[in-house]
């Protein structure tokens, strides 16, 4: 695995191991890989496709025996990110084929990619990640379509 920041040490540091897995399976293939201070800035008019935006979306508490130990020192956390695809309106000039048909493809890679990663033997503070239903549907302008896959990986966090 890429030596990253450890989630003890920075909470968003799924982040970066988001991007750089999504780096090794698309390369040059995607025009953009965006984190969430980038995101926030995107326009969706001029958003560069196809490209990836990686969103922060919500914890999840852990409920239940054993999930808070220690007083709430220690405690599970599932962290949920939305991986956002964004392909250009078939609608929008030639090629409306080949644009409609790429969104399909991309998909399926980016959900073979993160589903399951990282592999068993490469995991030192989270889980294996897993797909779980996105929060949000895809979203249509007239210029991009963005479609949203959202993955969940369970981690502990621990004060001190």
Do not use: C
């Not at 390369?27 to 926030?40: C, F, N």
Request: hydrophobic share 40%; net charge positive; no cysteine.
């Amino acid at each position: 695995m890429t030596p990253h920041a450890r989630l003890a040490d920075d909470y968003f540091a799924l982040e970066a191991r988001l991007i750089a897995r999504a780096r090794e399976v698309f390369g040059d293939e995607m025009r953009g890989y965006y984190g969430v201070a980038e995101t926030a800035e995107l326009n969706l008019r001029n958003l560069p496709t196809p490209s990836l935006q990686f969103v922060f979306e919500r914890d999840v508490l852990g409920s239940g025996d054993g999930a808070q130990q220690a007083g709430g020192a220690i405690q599970l956390v599932r962290q949920q990110w939305t991986i956002w695809l964004a392909v250009a309106n078939h609608r929008q000039g030639r090629g409306g084929e080949h644009r409609r048909s790429e969104a399909g493809p991309y998909l399926i890679r980016l959900i073979n990619a993160f589903a399951g990663w990282p592999d068993k033997g490469d995991i030192d503070d989270f889980s294996q990640l897993r797909r779980i239903t996105p929060p949000q549907r895809p979203r249509y302008t007239a210029t991009t379509i963005l479609f949203p896959v959202t993955f969940e990986a369970r981690l502990t966090t621990h004060r001190g």
